[in-house]
């Protein structure tokens, strides 16, 4: 629910922004307080609680106390393994705090991603792309990074996937993609121009089209037909979105890979070992 505050954040009425900076600031102390003690704090009323609930992504106040809680736990387990005491990165650290800071910050995105993953989303991925006759990544910058990750990792099992290295290319491509085909794209955000108009195409082709992103009311998410999102951490200004919001992208491709591989063991163990054997060079020429 903090990604969700922060990305709906300036859409928020200001008396909701209150109770979305209370949140924020202090989220420890936020899950111990009820209703009526934040409305009291934002200066606002408990309705309009109820209503900044909803607007994260809960129907009750309770639910959204309870995933507080989880997740709070989820980073004090995390600070006290590199002992720090906060996840940000100042200008003022040491190369041994940014160490353990970044450490931190990387294992909540991929535990948070974890604790809030649509598994029914993942496994409708994972059967769309099992049985396409192709798949088509595209992704822009660090959001590249993971679209070429699972295209290796899919080729590797005998799966056709393409990705594309830039918008013409992947324009193209999304234009002749037709029923049997998926189109994978990444973005933190949600709202890359290049990543959303790919997707839309795509959808268009009669494809089906699927969204990793953070923010699950974005246009890249409205453009698709599966949601997979992540729930990573770039907080500050010194943290870009190819620290977290990477992590978190690529522990979702690779559940899609191994999801893959388990629909077709047999197949994929045998792909491995090809694939392997091609680029062993302690094997003779043949």
Known sequence: MLTEARARYDD???SERRIADALLADPETFATRSIGEIAERASTSTTTVVR???TV?????????????EQNLRQRLALAAVDVTSPDVSPGDGMDDIVAKVAANESLSIADTAA????DALTAAVAAIASARRVDLF???????????LQRKLSRIGRVALEWPE???????AAV??????????SHSGATDETVRFLRLARASGATTIAITNHADSPLAHAADVVLRTAARESTPLRSGALGSRIAQLMIGDCL??????????????????THAAVDRTLPDA
């Open 167 to 173: 918008p013409h290319a992947a324009w193209t491509a």
């Open 257 to 274: 890979y191994i999801g893959v591989v388990q629909l077709d063991a047999d197949g994929a163990a045998d792909a491995l070992r090809r």
């Open 12 to 14: 928020l009425r200001p």
């Open 52 to 54: 900044f609930t909803r």
């Open 57 to 69: 992504g809960y129907e009750r106040f309770r639910d959204l106390r309870r995933d507080l809680t």
């Open 116 to 119: 809030t993953i649509d598994v």
């Open 177 to 186: 993609l037709d029923a049997a085909s998926v189109a994978i794209a990444v």
């Open 139 to 149: 992704g822009v910058g660090a959001s590249g990074i993971v679209a070429v990750d």
